[in-house]
């Protein structure tokens, strides 16, 4: 018997107590402080309880149940929704200061008719016996001009002709000029960013040629919420930005949306992808990112009301009881997510959509696939890095994104490493012991 190399054992923060997590096993405990010292010092008095709860466990025992539960993972991930992304245009109206696309090639063209017929050929004949839905990205893809909404109509009256549900990624200045288009359409989500309430966004986000963005995509998100179109509000977060959050979690809960049924949240770390980033000092690191949030929840408990954080697991915990199943792969690309775009390219994700280089085929003009390139990425996942395949939050991690460990390393079978401990002990603080809810 020994301690299993699964558990995830750390620190509460803010707090003399401990937790243990084992997702194998799927058991969670928090342990006061002298249970969490017999755990430091290998003496254990609660043996039988830890050996129930697979905590202590025998090793083959242990590499039995592992195996089963990564089959149990790839069966449920092959039977999995895909997302298919298609990118009509890499044209944007916005000159925002951290866009990773800033040195794609972006042509002012549009696709054809017959390009966007043969995507969707593509997607019925290749994802036939899969369940799916397509996501417009971008560049911009609800850019005004009629030759844009043209286009744009001509793509969903595609896809509601073969049934498919559409979620759309737009800067939102737009919106409202489509929203006639978009709530007659099978529109799963409409997902639109703002970086802060009025001057802070505007600095960040503003059109080409500078003028401001802010009120406009309010505008919209209202217009869509009273069309029943659900808005999935993203911020994106840096060192710029992350103090405005409390004043525009007041003005979300001021204007209604946090209490609409078409209306939910996500933040985004600005993170180190392709060429804008490198080296640049308005970046958090996670940790910095997760500590700062955790802060200012405490001090400002209505920011929950807008957005609550994940901190990993520890959410998930506390709304559900229970934890969520082992992730032995955090990067969906080739697997249960694709990307395309007007050029006829076949992509791994939207990290790599548009990078030159990164193409594993094309669907128009004619129909090819470098077998070799997407085999390495269906393959990736934690037992094929060799860095997972020891650490004891490769369950919680997954591996991480697949795409930022490549330009990091050069290898796509690499980690991208999250700060698992530190974020769980964060969430079960703020979730647990300080009860915000």
Not at 279 to 290: D, P
Request: charged share 30%; proline share 3%.
């Amino acid at each position: 018997m020994y301690f299993s190399k699964h558990n995830i054992f750390s620190k509460i923060k803010d707090s003399d107590s401990y937790y243990i997590v084992n997702l194998l096993t799927g058991n969670a405990d928090i342990l006061d402080k002298g249970k969490a010292d017999e755990i430091i010092s290998g003496k254990f008095t609660e043996t039988e309880e830890y050996e129930a709860k697979g905590y202590i466990t025998d090793e083959a025992a242990e590499k039995r149940l592992y195996t089963e539960k990564y089959l149990d993972f790839t069966d449920e991930r092959d039977n999995d929704e895909v997302q298919i992304f298609f990118v009509p245009w890499y044209s944007c109206n916005f000159d925002c200061s951290y866009c990773y696309q800033a040195e794609y090639d972006n042509k002012f063209s549009i696709p054809t008719k017959e390009t966007i017929d043969s995507f969707f050929k593509y997607v019925k004949d290749e994802f036939r016996d899969r369940k799916k839905y397509i996501t417009l990205f971008g560049g911009e893809p609800l850019l005004p001009g009629n030759k844009y909404k043209e286009m744009i109509t001509y793509f969903l009256d595609k896809a509601d002709s073969l049934g498919l549900d559409i979620a759309v990624v737009t800067n939102g200045y737009a919106l409202a000029e489509y929203i006639d288009i978009l709530k007659t359409r099978r529109i799963r989500e409409i997902q639109v960013t703002l970086d802060g309430a009025g001057e802070i966004h505007n600095q960040r986000r503003p059109l080409r040629g500078g003028d401001p963005t802010f009120y406009k995509i309010v505008e919209g998100i209202d217009l869509a919420i009273a069309n029943k179109l659900t808005i999935n509000l993203r911020v994106v977060i840096d060192r710029e930005n992350i103090y405005g959050l409390v004043e525009l979690s007041r003005f979300a809960i001021d204007k209604g949306w946090t209490k609409s049924d078409y209306f939910k949240t996500q933040l985004g770390r600005n993170y180190e992808l392709h060429y804008c980033q490198s080296g640049n000092s308005k970046l958090l690191s996670r940790i910095e990112f997760y500590e700062t949030i955790y802060k200012l929840i405490i001090q400002y408990p209505e920011i929950a009301e807008f957005h609550k954080p994940a901190f990993s697991i520890s959410k998930f915990l506390f709304e559900n009881g229970e934890l969520p199943s082992p992730l032995f792969d955090a990067c969906p690309g080739t697997k249960t997510e694709w990307a395309f775009d007007y050029t006829g390219k076949i992509y791994s994700c939207t990290a790599t959509v548009g990078k030159p280089g990164s193409s594993l085929g094309t669907y128009y003009p004619e129909v090819s696939l470098e077998r070799e390139k997407v085999n390495d990425w269906e393959e990736r996942d934690v037992t094929t890095i060799s860095e997972c395949r020891t650490c004891e939050l490769q369950l919680a991690c997954g591996g991480g994104c697949a795409a930022v460990a490549f330009n990091k390393t050069g290898r796509l079978h690499s980690p991208d490493c999250r700060p698992i401990k530190e974020s769980i002990g964060l969430g079960i603080s703020l979730y647990f012991n300080k009860e915000i809810a």
